[in-house]
C-alpha cells in the first residue's frame, strides 16, 4: 500500500509538469496528497459513480472521467486549504492531471509490483485433475 501511495505521488509529481494548472510543493507534501485522493476516491468518487450508474452504463464509462477530474479538482482544493503545496487551477486541469497521474501510477505499479499488483500470484483454472 505504501508504494501504491508513493507511485501516486510521482504520478502527482509528472502531472503538475504536464498539466498547465497544477503547481506542486515539497514530495511530501504529494504523498499527503496521494493519501487524500486516495480517501476521496474511496469515499466520494464511489459515491458519485453509484450515483450516476445509468448515465455511467449510457456512456459506456465516459462520464468516469469526468467524475475523476471533479475529484482531482476537490482534492487540490482540500490540499491548498490544508496548506500543502498542490494546487489545481480548474476543471480541466483536474481532468488532465487525474489522466496524467493515474497512468503513471499505473504503468509504475506494473513494472515494480507485476501486473497481480504484488499480491500472490494467480494461478489459472484447475482441471478436473486437480480437483479429484
Known amino acids: 500500500m505504501l508504494l501504491r501511495f508513493l507511485f501516486s505521488a510521482i504520478g ?6 504536464l498539466v498547465s494548472g497544477i503547481q506542486h510543493g515539497p514530495f511530501l507534501d504529494l504523498v499527503a ?10 469515499t466520494l468518487g464511489l459515491l458519485l459513480k453509484f450515483m450516476a450508474l445509468v448515465p455511467m452504463a449510457c456512456s459506456f464509462g465516459c462520464l468516469s472521467l469526468f467524475i475523476n477530474g471533479l475529484v ?4 487540490g482544493w482540500i490540499a491548498t486549504n490544508l496548506g500543502l503545496g498542490f494546487r ?11 489522466l496524467v497521474s493515474s497512468a503513471v501510477a ?17 494461478e ?9
Request: charged share 5%; hydrophobic share 55%; no cysteine.
Open 33 to 42: 496528497v496521494a493519501v487524500l485522493l486516495g480517501a476521496l476516491n474511496a
Open 106 to 122: 499505473t504503468v509504475l505499479e506494473v513494472i515494480f509490483m507485476g501486473r497481480g499488483g504484488g499480491g500472490p500470484q494467480q
Open 72 to 75: 482531482f479538482w476537490f482534492a
Open 88 to 98: 489545481v487551477a480548474g476543471f480541466w486541469a483536474g481532468f488532465f492531471g487525474a
Open 124 to 132: 489459472g483454472p484447475r482441471t478436473i485433475k486437480q480437483i479429484n
Open 12 to 17: 502527482l509529481l509528472v502531472a503538475s509538469y
